[in-house]
C-alpha cells in the first residue's frame, strides 16, 4: 500500500462562547480550559490529530485564532509537546468560510494537494482511536475530489445542533455517503421525526478535504470571498512566528459560515457517519453529561461535595475552595475565586443573561479572569487595597517582561520561586528565592527568567493609582 | 417618678452554631458576623441594651464568653462604642445555667439588688424601642421579686422554638401574665393548636430579674450548682481585663440549661409578651425571611444578582465574588471567598451535614475562616505556594504582636498602610507605608504598631515550612 499524504489538522481556535461562564470568558474562552480532566479541550483536539496511526499520519498543525489568544495557543501546544506548523492570527472574527479558505490558500501555497482536516477546538470527543479511523474512511472520498464532512449519529433528539441529510441511511461500516441537504436547527417534533428516519445526522461542522478543492468551491460558490482573503495572506505579516493577517484586506470579507457559504451549494459533498460520542459542549448541562455523572445523576468535580443531590453538577474550580450542595434537583453550580453561577439546569442556555448583567454593572468577571496570561506567563490579583495591590507574577524560563517604568506606583519583589534577572534603572542584578529587590516610582526596569524552571515573584506595589495602563514600555520581545 | 436603677445587660456570646456556615464558623461563630447590615449580631444586641431610654437605662455590659472569642468580644464592642463592665471567660461552655449564675454571683458581690437582662446576643429584634418598652413593663414584676421571661407573639406555628405557656392570654398592653408552664418543641399539629389557642408564646431565652432572686431560685431548685461557680468565681484569674472563671471549679457544674435547672421549676415566674418581630436565626431560611425578600421572594446581598429566581437568598461575602442565580426556586446559596453552600431551601437545618463532611475530609473550613483574629488585630492567608506563603497583615494601633522567632522561615514585610515599628534582633526601627523588612530565619523579631491608625503590611514568607505553629514565643503582651 502507498504511504498515505499526511493530512494537515486546521484547528479553529478564536471563538469566545460564554455559555459556560464562568469558566468560559472572553479573556481566556472554553477550549483553552480543562472542562474535563487535565487536558484542555484545545490541547485534545490538537493530541487527536496528531502523530501517526496505522496508515493515517498528520502533519504539524494550523491553528487559527485571534490575536488575544496567539500566546495561550502557543503555551498550550507547547505544554501539550505539540509543534505547530503555523499559527494564522485572524485580525477579527469572520465565521468559519474566510478563515477555512484562508487555511487552505496558505497550504496550497506549498501544495495545492495537501489534505486539511478542519476542525473547531472547543468539542469533545472521548474516543481519539474511533473518530482517527472514520477521518481514514474519508480519505477515498477526498481523493476523489469530494469535500468531506462529519455527522455524528443523533443520539436523542437534539433541537440546538443543525443536520446533515444523507442520501440514504448510513451503513455498519461507516462508509461515506452522499450528502442531499444540510438542515436547520428544528423544533422538537420535527427533531424527532429525523431520528427515526434514520438518514439524518448531526452536523459536527468538521471538515476534510483537499487545498485545490476547496479553493476551486470557494471560487464556485463564493468567489466574493476570494480576492480580500487571497490579500489578507499575501500581506500578512510574520510576527514572533505568528502570521497576522493583514486587517485590511481582511475587513473585506463577509461574514459568514462555510456552510452557508460552499456546503449547502457544492454538489461533491461526502459524509462520513460517526458513531462515537461527540459533544460541543455548548452548556454545563452538556457538561454535565460528558463528566459522567453517579447513578443520581451528581456530577461533584475539584473536590465539590453533594450531599442528597439528584442530576446536579457541582464544581469547584479552585484548590482551596469548597463547594457542598444539599438537597439540590437539577441544579448547575460551578464557583471560581472570583464568580459563582448558580442556576437550574434547564437554564444552562441562559448563562449569557449572566454575563450581561455582570457586564452591565461593570464587573470584571464577566469577561477577565483573575489570572490574566500574557506572552511571558501570567499575573493574577490577590488583593487590592486602597494604595497597593499584591499579584502572583510567573515568568516562564526564557521569557521578559517589557522594559517599562510607572509614574503612580513603587514595586517591591519578593523572589519564592526560580531565579530573575532584575534591571533597575542601570543596575542588573540575579534575585533568587528568598531575595527582594525594590523598584522605584519612575525607575525603568525590567523583569527576566533567565533559568530553566519557571520563576515566581509575589509583587506588593503601592502608589496612588495601581491600574494596569500606569505603564510606560520601552522595548517589549512580543511586539506589543 | 424616682430614677429607675440601672439595668445590666448581661450578653451571652459563647456560642459557636454551624447552621449558618460558611458564614458562621467554630473560629468566627455568627453572632459577630454582620449577616443583617452594617452591625454585627452581638453588636446590635449589645447597643439594644445600652443608654437610657426614658425611665429605663443600662449599666455597663457584662459578656459571658469563651477564650476564643474574648478579643473579638472587646474589638467589637469597642467599634460600637460600648465599654464593658466585665467579661466572664468560661473554660468550657456548660450551657445557660451555669453561666447566668455566675453573671448573678458576680453582680451580687456589689449589689445583691442589681438587676440582670440576660439576652443572647445572636438572635434579631429589628425594633430596638420596643423591645426596651417590654422590659421597662417588666420591672415592676422584677420589684415584685419574679423572675421575667419574655415571650414573642407567634407569628406561625413554628416547630423550633420551645414555647411559653401562660395562666391567661395576654391583654394588648403587654402587661406581663403569671407563666403556667414550659413546652417543649412541639409537632406542627401541635404547633398549630397552640398558636390558635392564643395563651402560648415563644420562648425568646431572655430573662429579666435581680441578682439574688436568681441566686435564691438556683439555691431552692440547682443547689448542686452553687459551689463550684461560687469557687469558680472566687478562684477567678484576671487577665487583662479579662475575668477567668476557674477551670477546675468550672469542670465540676452540670452542664444544663437555665429552663432545665430553674425555670420549669420556680413558681415566681412571670412573662413579658412581645409583639414586635424577633428571629434567633437559626437557618439560612430564617435569615432569608429577616432580610426582607421582594415580591418575588428574593434576598440578593453583597451585590449577587438573581435572574427569574423565586423564593431564593443569594449572598456574596466578599467584595470581589460575583453570585449569579438563574432560574432557581427555593434555593440557598452563600459563596464566601474560600468556600459555597448551595442547598434547597426546605434543607436550611441541614447546613450542620456540609460542616461534618468537610470536617470528615479534613477541610479547614469546616471551622476556620480565611481571616484570622488575634488580640492584635488578624491575618489572612493571601496564596500558599510550594515553599511560600503570602499574608496580609492589620495590627491596632497600640498593638503588638509576640516577640517570636521561626525555625523554617524568613519572612519579607512591606508596610502598605500606617506605620509598623520592627524589631529583628537588636535592631528596632519605625517602617512606614513602601518600605519593607527582611526578617531572617531564626532571627528574634516582634511587629508592633505605635501609631494612631490600623498598620497594614504584606508578609511573604519563604522557608521550607510555612505552618502557623512554627513559632517560638518569648514575650506575649496577650499572655498566650
Known sequence: MALQKKITPVLLCGGSGTRLWPLSRKSYPKQFVPLLGDETLFQASARRL????????????????????????????????????????????????????????????????????????DHVIPDDAAFRAAVARGLPAVAAGDLVTFGIRPTHPETAYGYLELSAPPGDGGAPVKLSRFVEKPGAARAAEMLAEGHFLWNAGIFLFRARDMIAACEAHAPDLIAPVRASLEAAETDLGFLRLDPAAWAECADISIDYAVMERASNLSVVPFDGAWSDLGGWDAVWRESGPDTDGVVASGGATALDCRDTLLRSEDAGLEVVGIGLDNVIAVATRDAVLVADMSRAQEVKRAVAALKGKGAAQATQFPKDHRPWGWFESLVVGPRFQVKRILVHPGAALSLQSHVHRSEHWVVVEGTARVTVDDEVKLVTENESVYVPLGSVHRLENPGRVPMVLIEVQTGTYVGEDDIVRYEDMYAR
Chains 1, 2 share one sequence.
Do not use: K, M, W, Y
Open 50 to 121: 496528531s502523530g501517526a496511526d496505522g496508515a493515517l499520519s498528520f502533519a504539524r498543525p494550523v491553528a487559527l485564532t485571534n490575536a488575544d489568544f496567539r500566546f495561550i495557543v502557543t503555551e498550550q501546544l507547547n505544554l501539550a509537546g505539540i509543534d505547530p506548523g503555523a499559527v494564522l492570527i485572524e485580525p477579527e472574527g469572520r465565521n468559519t468560510a474566510p478563515a477555512i479558505l484562508a487555511a487552505a490558500l496558505h497550504a496550497a501555497a506549498t501544495d495545492p494537494e495537501a489534505i486539511l482536516l478542519v476542525a473547531p477546538s
